[in-house]
């Protein structure tokens, strides 16, 4: 055989490696020894459990963390990425679950802070440009929006697509997306994953952080999986099942099915709902609740499910109709709906649902504490007795009921939100989102723990963009489109096929 014959091409290198990563934090080794690649025009789905380690990895990637040991190649030359700056002259641009968005300013700001083009005149930036740059941006993912709306009035889904115009704006080379379909629909989604395509083909590499593993499927090229901090494997989608991609996340079996007793019999009406309209965009909203069991609330995002979730709690103004509770009418601040018994999990937990400075204790009893010190004399034991009852009983990893809630986990957390409910002894749960953001394992958790709180006499409405969690977890659910109700399907009739056709097209 000749020489030649005997040559073969050289595998592609990297555009970017992380080699021996290692990060401590007090008490907590995030990051043990973690080597990791990307390539030109490839999506590199990283995996894990809460805590694992992917987002402590991709701030060291990105600049924002400093490794305590470790290297950091670009394209085969070693360099210092020691700030975000730094990172970004690599081109390496991330979008956060957290986003990182300022709120009173447009879409058009966002986009382009900190890079405005500048007017005719010193200090003054060219409004009309940077107007015309952000549409040019936005239209190029399928975005119709004004870009001079302010990002406060937006909700979670298109914020989340402000952040991708935002990097796509950078020519960023390198982009990492954590957890970009969280708060998306369908629809949107496969916008994303359309834009995706066209990054790839353009070179550019994308490490793709998801819980949802048909998207590991769908779009990506390679897997890295972390446990506890250290690379358990690395390895291509066809060589793999999703079972086993979950046994190597979480060290052990996890049942995916979420699997439940539906409610055969459900007991009274715990919620009427009649007529319902309000200033956010909803009419004419018409729903029911009984004990006993799970209803969904879904349909696009968009289509007006949180606004109801909203006024149901009387977060929002309600303009006409009637919401009966328990057998009487109720109006009023979210202070009253509390009392009465309602609660209401947000889709934006940090934000929404915890005082993240906070002790885990301290969220835990706060809407507890006219229940438990009705003399409105505090007793730290008492509460202290609560917390750890409630923290046992749910499962809660924390080192103590002392530790600020903002450390922990997002399935953590949003068992802390769940809980300060409980202690409060609420008959109805109002859950938005309730897996948003959360691994395959406390996933399953949050599951078993709707279903045991509704077995025991609770009711629950729950929204989710995600159709299969929908599908396998309500007893019946209520579709949206347009701000009003589309439909009702019952259990018999609840598939992802009926959901998407009553919320997406007239009868």
Not at 62 to 69: F, H, I, K, R, V
Not at 119 to 140: C, M
Not at 204 to 228: C, K, N, P, Q, W
Not at 276 to 281: I, P, Q, Y
Request: net charge negative; hydrophobic share 45%; with cysteine.
């Amino acid at each position: 055989m000749s020489d030649s014959a005997e040559i073969t091409a050289a595998p592609p290198a990297p555009l970017l490696e992380l080699r021996g990563i290692s990060k401590q934090f007090p008490g907590v080794k995030a990051l043990d020894d973690v080597s990791f690649a990307v390539y030109p025009g490839e999506v590199h789905m990283l995996l894990g459990e809460n805590g694992a380690g992917k987002s402590s990895l991709m701030k060291i990637l990105c600049g924002a963390y400093s490794a305590d040991a470790g290297e950091v190649y670009y394209k085969g030359e070693k360099v210092d990425v020691s700030s975000t700056a730094e990172a970004r002259k690599l081109g390496i641009a991330v979008i956060f679950q957290e986003f990182s968005l300022v709120p009173f300013l447009d879409i058009a700001q966002n986009i382009f802070l900190g890079r405005e083009p500048k007017g005719r005149w010193p200090g003054i930036i060219d409004r009309r440009r940077i107007l015309r740059d952000a549409k040019r941006v936005l239209d190029s993912i399928g975005f119709e929006i004004d870009p001079s709306v302010v990002v406060d009035t937006l909700g979670v889904a298109q914020q989340q697509m402000v952040e991708i115009a935002k990097a796509i704006s950078q020519d960023a080379r390198i982009l990492v997306m954590d957890e970009p379909t969280a708060a998306l629909s369908d629809r949107e989604a496969d916008l994303l994953f359309a834009l995706i395509g066209r990054l790839k083909a353009d070179g550019v590499a994308i490490v793709y952080i998801s819980h949802r593993m048909a998207e590991v499927f769908a779009i990506g090229d390679r897997i890295t999986v972390l446990r506890d901090g250290r690379r358990i494997d690395q390895l291509r989608p066809a060589d793999v099942t999703p079972d086993h991609l979950v046994r190597m996340m979480v060290g052990r079996n996890v049942d995916m099915s979420y699997p439940r007793h539906f409610a055969e019999r459900p007991g009274e009406v715990v919620l009427q709902v009649k007529g319902l309209s309000a200033a956010t965009g909803i009419s004419d909203i018409d729903i029911e609740v009984r004990r006993g069991e799970i209803v969904g609330l879904c349909g696009l995002v968009g289509s007006g499910r949180t606004e109801v979730a909203r006024a149901i709690f009387g977060a929002d103004p309600v303009s006409e109709g009637e919401i009966i509770f328990d057998g009487k009418p109720i109006a009023g601040e979210p202070d009253v709906a509390a009392r009465r018994g309602i609660a209401l999990i947000p889709e934006s937990r940090k934000s929404e649902g915890l005082a993240l400075l906070r002790s885990v204790g301290d969220n835990l009893v706060v809407a507890a504490l006219n229940k438990l010190f009705p003399r409105r004399l505090y007793d730290p034991s008492d509460a202290q007795r609560t917390a750890d009852g409630l923290i046992r009983q749910l499962r809660i990893a924390t080192p103590s009921a002392r530790q600020a809630v903002g450390l922990l986990s997002g399935g953590n957390q949003q068992k802390v939100v769940i809980g300060k409910w409980l202690a409060a002894g609420a008959k109805l749960f109002i859950f938005d989102e309730p897996t948003r953001g959360i691994d395959v394992g406390a996933k399953s958790e949050i599951f078993a723990l709707i279903d045991r709180l509704v077995a025991e006499g609770a009711a629950a409405l729950m929204i989710s963009s995600e159709q299969i969690e929908i599908c396998h977890v309500c007893d019946r659910a209520y579709v949206m489109r347009d701000g009003r109700i589309a439909g009702h399907l019952t259990r018999s009739e609840l598939t992802e096929e009926n959901i998407v056709r009553l919320g997406m097209h007239d009868e």
